[in-house]
């Protein structure tokens, strides 16, 4: 039998007029990575929120831990550690302070408080600033010390409700690190985000979700078999070799499809464009284009946007369903 | 794994003692916020000693026909009651930021009792009214009051004036867990203290009201801990003014206790 740490059925909650969730089913299996992808307002905040016995739901019924979380939420709060959308660190207090706090809420003796901050905040690049008001830390410092006091408790189950927005890219990727750290130590994680491509670096599993439902839940390879996959994109520097690069990349198309002018939103003309199956498509267009002699100006894969992956998801569903 | 169960979801020595310990670590967070702010206690300090000075040059002659010294014993035990009503505003406020900010969602997903964060608040506001007490009665000294009773009767003030507070600021929890902004919350504490602490006995005699007025000052629950105050620290009656603050005191712990933790279990 399979080891599920989140198990959800049915979940809805209603805010005023707003049907945040409307029927969620989650599942997430132990050690794993769960991403929980969606636009603003698709309800993801609202998910962890009931999850993490923040938030009691109208309906449904949720196991974190193999706890219930609405019949005995105290016991589910020893076991999980969540970090939410707005790093709520107290930023009167220093960097230790709050994490020693945190500490002494979980039932720990101060000096094994005190033991636990130092290591966190060594271990999240913040043993210089330990002593500094919270206040004084850049966005990234507040994001660390927000995952840190989540972590102090060494929680099963963690919660990360968007991590990395507002994040730049280095930043993202450390918090990318942390992640995966952690799963190696034996937690499971839940993350929401709003993008594929953090999605895709992460999950081991996917649920999509939109206006409250669950729209897709699938491996990230699945999802993106589903939604098209990578797109390879050419612009060569002289816009008249575009057909010598329509053809070069015609070889590296995925199954049943072929090169075209890139005509995406916004996008100059000049440029090409390409589904592809995966990074090997690089390894046979690079050698040829430089064989033709074409010099490329810009040369990258491409995962779908968060758009297209919801286009490509609800096509074909009528069209009352989506409302 | 069934014993590591055990320890974790028991906290050393049971729920009661557990609330107590999470409770005084969370009072411990408010006081070092205070102890970086000082600016924030302005309010139990410099304000008081503005009413008093005001009260006591500006009005005191034209109130009492000229005897300021007098007017000054009589109006400094009230004064002292009213700044602890207003002392009590700044907590709901403060309670409604942190909400706001999102620092109590990590309270909340913590295994502490629901209603320890707001003990622990209230719990560390009594270093304000105790500064209250402080700063009325040493200024109060400076410009001319004198204690008329004894050590141990001012002292017993002092004591009852803290626990009146500790008593009377659940009220300011409870409209801090209710509304949207801290602005809202001071206002419509002001809206409830104004009347509460002018509409008493703290500024005039009772005697010189019309009726209407006399009706409210009598049901006012400023009234009898100013008339305690008084008789502790400048001598009169005490017993029976105590009686009926203790039982005010213990309805706004009956009445406001339960609607504030309410009000934190609903604000989601």
Redesign the interface.
Known sequence: MTDLVVRAEGLRKRFGKTQALDGVDLTMRRGTVLAVLGPNGAGKTTAV?VL????RPDAGSAFVAGIDVLKEP??V??????T?Q?A???E??TGT?NLV??G????LRTSDARRRAAELLEWFDLAEAAGR?AKTYSGGMRRRLDLA??LVGHPEVIFLDEPTTGLDPAKREDMWGVVRNQVTQGASVLLTTQYLEEADALADEIVVIDKGRVIAHDSPDGLKRRVGGLTLRVRPAEESRVPDVLRILDAVAAPGTSSSPDTAAGARPGAVSVPVTGDTALDIAVPALRRAGIEVTDLALHLPSLDEVFHSLTEGVPAKELV | MTTLDAT??H??GGSAA?LL??AT??A??SL??TA??PEALLDVTLQPVIFLLLFTYLFGGAISGGDRAGYLQFLLPGMLAQSLAMGGIALGQNLNADIE???F????????ARS?PLVGAVAADIVRYLTVCVVMLGFGMLIGFRVQTGFVPALAAVGLSVAFGLCFCWISVWVGMLVRTPGAVQGLMFLLVFPLSFGSNVFVQTSTLPGWLQWFVHVNPITPLVSTIRGLLIGGPVASHLVVTLAWMAGLLLVFVPLALRGYARR?
Do not use: C, E, N, W
């Not at chain 2, 969602?105 to 502490?112: C, E, I, K, W």
């Open positions: 929120r993490a016995t923040l938030l105290q016991r709060r020893r076991r999980i550690g969540l939410g707005y709520s660190v107290d009167d207090l302070q706090l945190i002494q809420l979980l039932d008001m006091a989540s | 974790l979801d906290p050393r557990a310990r999470h670590a969370l411990r967070r070092i916020k970086r702010t900010k999102g620092v969602d990590r309270f909340r997903s913590l295994p502490v320890a989601a």
